[in-house]
């Protein structure tokens, strides 16, 4: 914030989020429900709502935002904006109230690729006292890898998608139309679909952020308030959240932590510039330059989202909870097409681009011409 201020930034205030930035859909703060820019009747995701909420209205030119586990990927896509999830360890968290603080990384809303751009080169530098910082010799290494050259997309991007079986699964009716048009318009560039990319590890990892003792780390960061005021004054769902927290003891906590490494090499593995040795049955050029997901599976209402809170909210993160799990950077990007609410408002969809750490501004120059594509 420091940085930005020093830039010529003007601090116009702070906004809500879901309660303890626990939710990915902005319905659990005690001030209130912000509502999706395009339709209030809707959702307008979370859990940096309110953030997403004042890019998409133009209070603001963009906002700073925190994202664990697609925090900042799903709002921006609902409110039809663009959320840059940056390199983990590459913006200081120094005085940010944690999460999960091995997962924990501060992003970017912004209406515009070029200004989500601008505030991430004034934002990214080495903190010495943020203790997840990347140390500034690993910075260097990240930042002498070559650009891909994307030039009106004439170069030969390799892309990865999840399984077809998961995408049907997982996405309601308008946003299965949607992406499938956008892969077809995809598959009229210059871009290559890989044909033996493996989605296993990102799916394993998505599925330990809930089902793990990596959710502990919520009871680690909130302690000192809970040891006070205990679980009475949170909001319903967030109680029920963290006291499913509870319980792990240090075994279980390493048997975790050794799982995420297997699922996080393994990942890598899929990537251009990840770990030399190739998987057994993978060519070394069969390996994919981005992975790319619908930003999140739906766009509830607030009455739907009220009704069905913790299951809607674990199927609205089904393409977002592994990103920093697996140490992977990412942007959401709205799409040209759209869906029509049941108000008839026009309403966005955006889909999500992930890549190896350090990829950050090559991610938002293929958003940028991504965004472009008639769909």
Known sequence: MQ????????????????????????????????RCVRDPEYISGGSSSGGAVSVGAHLVSFAVATDTAGSTR???ALNGLV??????????TAGLV?????????????????????????????DEDDEYA?????????????AWSLSELTTSVRYGLPPQSLVDSALSPPYASLFSRFLASLGK??????SSFDYAPFEQANNMLYGSSIVSQRLVAF??????????????????VFEASAGFDAVKAYEDIFTLKKYRRLAHKQFHGGPSSAPVDQEADERIDVLIVPSTTAHPTVEEMLADPLALNKRLGTFTH????????????????????????SMPFGVTLIALPGRDRDLLELGKQLMMIEV
């Open 322 to 345: 592994f990103v920093n799990l697996l140490d992977l950077c990412a942007v959401s990007v709205p799409i040209t097409a759209s869906w029509e609410s049941k108000n008839g408002e």
């Open 223 to 240: 302690k000192d308030y809970l040891d006070v005021h205990g679980f009475d004054k949170l909001n319903p769902v967030v109680k029920d």
């Open 189 to 194: 560039t210059e871009m290559i679909l890989a």
């Open 83 to 92: 959320g840059l999830k940056p390199t983990l360890g590459t913006i200081s």
């Open 74 to 76: 799903v709002p921006a």
């Open 134 to 146: 990347r140390e500034p010799h690993e910075l260097a290494c990240l930042a002498q890898q070559p």
């Open 3 to 34: 940085r930005i201020l020093d830039a010529g930034g003007i601090l116009i205030g702070k906004t809500n989020l879901d309660q303890f930035a626990t939710g990915l859909n902005g319905t659990r703060s005690p001030y209130g429900a912000p």
């Open 98 to 126: 944690p999460a999960c603080k091995t997962a924990d990384c501060i992003t970017v809303i912004a209406p515009t690729i070029e200004t989500a751009r601008c505030a991430l080169d004034v934002m990214q530098s080495y």
